[in-house]
Structure formats: C-alpha cells, structure tokens
C-alpha cells in the first residue's frame, strides 16, 4: 500500500520560495503520476501541478510563472517549488498520487499548512 | 473561484438520502467521464469516493454513488450516516485541448 508523508518549511515570508518535499513508500515510483495541490483556509481545492517519473511536468495556467515540480526516483520523492509568495499562497498543500488516465487523486499526503506573512 | 459549482451546504437526517450537484460546461463535465468526488473529513485530507463518474474504489461503502447528465454531475450519499458530516468535492478533466484538473468549491454535508 502506497502512502505519502511530506514536510517543508510552514512559515514564509513575502518574496520567498516555498519548498516542500513528499516521499513515497511501498510501491513503485514508476506507477503513478505525482501531483501537489493547495487548499487556502476556508476555500476549496486547488490543482497545482504533476510530474512523471521520468521528470516531464505539467502546470496550473495559474502559476506556471512561478511553480516548478521534480522528482528524485532514487530517493521515491517529489517537490514542489513556488517563487514569490504572497499572502495569497497561504494554504494547506498536499501531494498525491494522480491517475492520468481517468484524472483523479487516490492517495493523499497528511498536508503542509503553509503560511505567508511578514 | 472554482470552476465547477456546487451548492455551498446540504443536509440530512439520518437513514434518508442526499444529492450534491457539481455543474460545469460542455468542455468539462460535458466532454469527458473523468469526473471524480472527494470527502473531506475536518483537519483531515480529502479521501476519493468516486472516479470516473460512477466508480467507487474498493472499501468505499455502495452507499456512496455518482452519476452524470450533460454538463452536471452528481453524488448521492444513501443511509445517511452521522460521520457522513464532512465537505465533499467534485472534480473534472479541465476540458478539452488542455491538461489538469479544476475542482468544485465544496459542499459542506450537515447530518441533522
């Protein structure tokens, strides 16, 4: 059974880069794509990005200015980077696996509460 | 803003049933059977109900059922349960000639 545990710095200042980091265990890294999504206090959820395997990335319209995602096959991890936070990047932000076929997430990390403030 | 809408609160009492809608457009919804929904238990991160707008993955419980029209999907939750009271959201393909997801803005499911 896959699951995801993630970490990263949670308190950011304006300007910053947001650096989180997602690590999977018990199944192959090569059988999913690996995604990372954002849940601002109190709102809905946002999709944010994903990445294959072999590294090839793909990006909300949103944020691709500022978002970068990769992978390390040789640690089971991915990570997400996001340049230039503001208070409005303040959020829960989750990985999980992406099935890229039918669209949908099946497993979910435990979330990173990420805030923005000066 | 989210792209898909769903009602912002729904409620039921226990034992009776209730429908979430999700609506989009023709190039979302419409266009694709990739519609999926999620409960989100509070503090907790969203676990997938339903794929492919009907399935349920293994050890959700048949209470749970999706189903789609046109442009609007929609999630029934039979039997209603206590611990049913969660946010649920819906999911789609962001639509044609483009890649990614776009989410509803959630339905908070009140169990009364």
């Known amino acids: 059974q896959v699951q995801l545990q993630q970490w990263g710095a949670g308190l950011l200042k304006p300007s910053e880069t947001l650096s989180l980091t997602c690590t999977v265990y018990?199944?192959?890294?090569?059988?999913?794509?690996w995604s990372w999504l954002r849940q601002p206090p109190g709102k809905g959820l946002d999709w944010i990005g994903d990445?294959?395997?072999?590294?090839?990335?793909n990006y909300n319209p949103s944020l691709q200015s500022r978002v970068a995602i990769s992978v390390d096959p040789s640690k089971n991890q991915f990570s997400l980077k996001l340049q230039s936070v503001t208070a409005a990047d303040t959020a829960v932000y989750y990985c999980?696996?992406?099935?890229?076929?039918?669209?949908?997430?099946?497993?979910w990390g435990q979330g990173t509460l990420v805030t923005v403030s000066s | 803003q989210s792209v898909l809408t769903q009602p912002p609160s729904a409620s039921g009492s226990p034992g009776q049933s209730v429908t979430i809608s999700c609506t989009g457009l023709?190039?979302?919804?419409?266009?694709?059977?990739?519609v999926s929904w999620y409960q989100q238990l509070p503090g907790k991160a969203p676990k997938l109900l339903i794929y492919?707008?009907?399935k349920r993955p293994s050890g959700v419980p048949d209470r749970f059922s999706g189903s789609k029209s046109d442009n609007t999907a929609s999630l029934t939750v039979s039997g209603l349960h206590y611990d049913d009271e969660a946010d649920y959201y819906c999911?789609?393909?962001?639509?044609?000639?483009?890649?990614?997801?776009?989410f509803g803005g959630g339905t908070k499911l009140t169990v009364l």
């Open positions: 999980a696996t992406f099935d890229n076929i039918n669209y949908y997430f099946d497993l």
């Open positions: 018990g199944g192959s890294f090569k059988n999913y794509y």
């Open positions: 990445v294959t395997h072999r590294g090839r990335a």
């Open positions: 023709s190039f979302d919804v419409g266009a694709y059977d990739y």
């Open positions: 492919d707008v009907t």
């Open positions: 999911a789609s393909h962001r639509g044609v000639n483009t890649f990614g997801v776009i």
